[in-house]
């Protein structure tokens, strides 16, 4: 039997925090670094909050020995963070190919070398949102149909990457939040790219028509082939394991007594985590994503189908919050400008009156939606492994790094929400084992700039200062029990 501590969490439990290429590095131009989508979409006027951009971020790139110090300063011994493609990769025009960029590599070299030293746990995110320009352009991105091309680009990356540190890092993630960057990025419009479906945008979206289910297809398969490789060639030299990272709020029923509304819960949870685990689990969409996409959702072949199926070694989940869900099923399809996936669902959400609002619209404080996902998507048709919570965290309202360390309303939500991973665990008998807070510090959070502060970390932007919140102090008391 597994030994416990004061609260019910194993003592081999995984507490760590995380962070994104993009969102913390800055050095945009440095070490043969290309733009990737984000530079693109960041750089053009009126889309990002005040004009912001990654191009200097958090200055990780010069000051990553010291946030270093700052992860062993509160005790952390498990540190997730992501590759940025366009730095360890450049375009060769000649062969229109990515070819690998020595100098990136050798930043993630000193970095894996900084974390090993400090006695940190490396956990390696492949993709979070920034797909090379040069991909986009020359190789049809993730928008065209059936691109075996941009599959190959993705596992050429891969297999760069894990043949250089598979020996190094033990956890993997092929994409990051895949339901965010094709939503956000190809349907909403409020993402890199910025495509909406049926109103005329940038490449690719001037006519209109990108389909966000086309974009999904092409993750899906280019998760399941770069997994294929994984599983065959790394994995039994080397051990570890891999994951595709996917994000889920709990869908629950505005009117607890209306069949039709718990319906339309269900229908989200199948639109939003469904869409991306049921192909992992059986090679086939939902069966009500079928019935209400109709042909705009594409059909995996059978080989496809059998690559995805067992893609995955454990799942990694990401939440931050609960919707109530009315049911609009019995109205006219009649498009939102929301997007077609918004549409297709046929509901509409909102949050409870008495749930502590965040700075971010979309994120509310209910805790027990996360032990709530963690049922939903373990259940038996389910999921039945190893369990990693890989994202979850607090969208604290603008306060200066003095009122931040006196923060408790982020404190009572972490507090909170690994309260109800360990009901998950305890109570429920979820095998989860790990949680990772996000994040370790403050940072550029895509379309809203800086005007929003995730971290533990407070970050002075000007002056790149860190100061540890009340979050970072909580965090390092409760690394291991919730007191």
């Known amino acids: 039997m597994v030994p416990m501590c004061t609260n019910g969490f194993p003592t081999d439990f995984i507490w760590g925090l995380g962070t994104a290429a993009y969102q913390i590095e800055g050095g945009a131009n440095l070490y043969g670094r290309e733009p990737s989508i984000w ?23 010069h000051r990553m020995r010291e946030d270093v110090g700052l992860m062993r300063a509160i005790g952390l011994e498990h540190y997730r963070f992501s590759i940025s493609w366009s730095r360890v990769m450049s375009w060769d025009a000649a062969t229109s190919q990515m070819k690998p960029n020595e100098l990136g590599l050798q930043f993630y070299d000193e970095l894996l070398d900084a974390l090993a030293a400090a006695g940190i746990k490396p956990y390696v995110t492949l993709y979070h949102w920034d797909l090379p320009s040069a991909l986009h352009k020359h190789k049809g991105g993730w928008h065209t149909p059936n691109n075996q091309g941009i599959i190959d680009e993705f596992v050429r990356y891969a297999d760069l990457i894990w043949s250089r540190y598979a020996h190094r890092v033990a956890f993997w993630v092929t994409f990051n939040e895949p339901w965010t960057f094709t939503v956000e990025g190809y349907d909403a419009g409020n993402m890199a790219p910025g495509c909406v479906p049926f109103q005329a945008g940038p490449e690719p979206c001037a006519n209109g028509d990108v389909n966000v289910y086309v974009v999904a297809h092409n993750v899906l398969n280019a998760h399941a082939a770069a997994a294929e490789r994984f599983h ?54 939902p069966a009500v994503m079928r019935q209400n996409v109709g042909s705009r959702l594409p059909h995996f072949t059978k080989e496809e189908s059998a690559r995805l199926i067992g893609s995955i070694d454990v799942l990694a989940l990401n939440h931050y919050s609960t919707h109530l869900v009315t ?22 959400i909102t949050f409870g009156v ?9 994120l509310h404080m209910y805790a027990p939606g996360l032990r709530g996902l963690l049922g939903w998507a373990t259940a038996p048709s389910r999921w039945r492994g190893a369990v990693y919570v890989t994202e979850n965290g607090w969208s604290a309202r603008s ?31 979820v095998d989860v084992r790990g949680y990772f807070g996000w994040s370790l510090m403050d940072n550029y959070e895509w379309a809203d700039g800086y005007s929003k502060r995730f971290g533990l970390y407070f970050v002075d932007y000007a002056t790149q200062q860190r100061t540890p919140k009340a979050a970072a102090l909580w965090w390092n008391a409760t690394r291991r029990c919730i007191v």
């Not at 498009?335 to 509409?348: F, H, V």
């Not at 008495?354 to 979309?362: K, M, Y």
Request: aromatic letters at 8%.
């Open 354 to 362: 008495d749930w502590i609002p965040s700075e971010s619209p979309w």
């Open 399 to 429: 306060m200066t790094a003095e009122e931040a360390a006196h923060d408790q309303v982020h404190v009572a939500y972490l507090s909170q929400y690994t309260e109800q991973l360990r009901l998950a665990l305890v109570e429920d008998g």
């Open 39 to 61: 530079d693109d979409f960041s750089h053009t006027p009126g889309k990002v909050r005040n004009g912001d951009t990654g191009d200097t971020a958090c200055d990780h790139v």
């Open 232 to 285: 065959n060639v790394y994995q039994p030299k080397h051990g570890g394991v891999l994951s595709i990272t996917l994000n889920c709020e709990m869908s629950l029923p505005k009117d607890g007594g209306s069949a039709a509304d718990a319906a339309a819960a269900e229908r989200a949870m199948q639109f939003s985590l469904g869409w991306w685990l049921q192909p992992i689990l059986t090679g086939e969409y």
């Open 327 to 348: 049911d609009l099923s019995d109205r006219p399809r009649v498009r939102t400008g929301d997007g077609s996936w918004a549409d297709d669902q046929q509901l509409s």
